[in-house]
């Protein structure tokens, strides 16, 4: 079974944007996002997208 086309995690620095069911990631710094959505990216071997400067989304595609 594989994954395709769909969302593996959200990190944000602003939880009130972000909606759940999928796992999100609350960070304290634009840094600490930063880094964390590069590490998951690269876990998860997805794809990461700036959706705001708030929010980044991983995604397979």
Do not use: Q, R
């Not at 620095?13 to 304290?28: M, R, Y």
């Amino acid at each position: 079974m594989s994954i395709d086309k769909y969302i593996l995690a959200i990190i944000t620095i602003n939880p009130k944007k972000v909606p759940s069911g999928t796992a999100v990631f609350h960070c304290d710094s634009v840094e600490e996002m930063e880094t964390i959505t590069a590490n998951l990216e690269a876990i998860l071997d997805g794809i990461a997208h700036a959706l705001t400067k708030e929010t980044y989304v991983i995604v397979k595609h």
